[in-house]
C-alpha cells in the first residue's frame, strides 16, 4: 500500500476511501507525483501559484506574438 499525504494539512491518509485525488504535478527530473487529500480537505486545496504565474505568463507572451 502507498502511503498517501494530505496536501491541506500534511498528516498521511491511512483509510483509502478517504483518499481524493485532485492532481498530477510534473516533475523536472522524474515521473512527477500524484496530489492526495482527505475527502473533507479536497476544497480546501489551492492549485501551486508558481505553476498559474508561469502558464499565465506563457499564455500572455504567446498572445503578443505577431
Known amino acids: ?4 499525504f494530505c496536501r ?5 491518509i491511512t483509510d483509502p476511501h478517504d483518499a481524493v485525488h485532485l492532481w498530477h504535478e510534473e516533475g523536472m527530473s522524474g515521473p512527477g507525483r500524484d496530489v492526495w487529500a482527505h475527502r473533507e ?3 480546501f486545496v489551492e492549485p501551486n501559484t508558481v505553476l498559474v504565474r508561469i502558464l499565465a505568463r506563457v499564455l500572455i507572451a504567446e498572445r503578443r506574438r505577431p
Do not use: I, N
Open 41 to 43: 480537505h479536497a476544497g
Open 1 to 4: 500500500m502507498t502511503l498517501r
Open 8 to 12: 491541506y494539512c500534511d498528516e498521511p
